[in-house]
């Protein structure tokens, strides 16, 4: 990969630097940020933050989150019932009291449980060593993807909310949207958005579960992966109330959760699952139901869905699913049907 960045770089310079000397070389920026075979000597890179995900040592023990946030230079944001860690390549959240972290929307095990400590969080050496393995692995990408790395991650533009006609009437591109209240893992795409219609609701009938145990068993179904494409965890095998982004979402591929003849709520349905059996006695959880109402808030917004076209699974097929516990008439009047 270094190969290919020294002749793209060379190349560039070639193309826009034609007639100078070698001195020009020392200008631009090597794949670490650093001068490339630069005449004067080089100096040690001693600041903590500079080479982001680079050359960071492996983890020594647990450390507080905002420590690993100013050591990474990630933006740290305590949001009560998680902690997040943003940076312009990675994001992971954290549960307080959970052994799992959440990065880029993948739950993740840490070994141990993160614990609020001293107005902090305390992450275990297995969450600090998931977050630079994460950093280390975006700059790798980063680097293949561009030949010439940025130095400091870049803001994200702010741009005013979209109106609702703007959302149904005229789609743009989807770095141009961005609609309130949304986690930035939901806008992660690596495709064009789809035209959604319907947001279709589950409950996953169990009682444990998370994001990737439901992708091995839809695998095991011979399907291409987890079929839903947000998994709203209840704090056993994902953290309470967490909202993990499934496999499909980012690439924008249709779902997998609520087949009929037509394939409808497949091909234009979001398939959300709350991690639960709400049949046999169980319930959501305050944080999952509060997840749930906030991410199908933000998807009605994002793609023009009406509350009428908010369904759960039994309005498509005969099946019991969410469940005769899930408070359907609540839900209803929470997202202003
Ligand atoms: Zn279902």
């Not at 087949?259 to 398939?271: E, H």
Request: charged share 20%; aromatic share 6%.
């Amino acid at each position: 990969m270094r190969t290919i960045v020294t002749v793209v770089v060379a190349l560039s310079l070639a193309a826009c630097t034609s007639g100078r000397g070698r001195g020009g070389y020392a200008e631009g920026p090597g794949p670490d940020g650093g001068a490339v075979a630069a005449p004067a000597p080089v100096a040690a890179p001693a600041t903590p933050r500079a080479p982001v995900g680079a050359t960071l040592a492996p983890a020594s023990g647990p450390m507080d989150a905002g420590a690993l946030a100013r050591e990474t230079g990630m933006q740290v944001q305590d949001l009560g019932s998680s902690v997040l860690l943003s940076g312009s390549d990675v994001r992971a959240r954290f549960f307080p009291g959970t052994d799992r972290v959440s990065i880029d929307g993948r739950s993740t095990p840490m070994g141990a449980v993160a614990r609020r400590e001293a107005g902090g969080l305390v992450v275990p050496a297995g969450g600090v060593d998931a977050v630079r393995r994460a950093l280390r692995d975006a700059a790798a990408q980063r680097l293949a993807m561009q030949p010439i790395p940025l130095k400091m991650p870049v803001p994200q533009p702010v741009k005013p909310p979209p109106s609702l006609r703007d959302v149904t009437i005229s789609p743009r591109p989807a770095a141009a949207r961005r609609t309130p209240g949304g986690d930035p893992s939901w806008t992660a795409f690596s495709a064009a958005e789809r035209s959604w219609k319907w947001i279709v609701v589950h409950h996953s009938d169990d009682t444990e579960g998370a994001c990737e145990k439901y992708d091995r068993q839809h695998k095991a179904k011979g399907w291409d992966g987890c079929g839903y494409h947000f998994v709203i965890g209840n704090g056993t095998q994902s953290g309470d109330g967490e909202v993990e982004v499934g496999p499909r979402w980012r690439p924008q591929m249709h779902g997998a959760h609520a087949k009929t003849p037509d394939n409808r709520f497949n091909d234009y349905g979001i398939g959300v699952v709350l991690v639960g059996d709400f049949e046999n006695g169980g319930r959501p959880t305050a944080r999952q139901y509060e997840a749930l109402v906030n991410l199908t808030r933000w998807l009605m917004a994002r793609y023009g869905v009406t509350p009428d076209r908010v369904l759960r699974h039994s309005d498509c097929k005969a099946t019991a699913c969410p469940g005769k516990l899930f408070p359907w008439g609540k839900f209803q009047a929470d997202i202003g049907g």
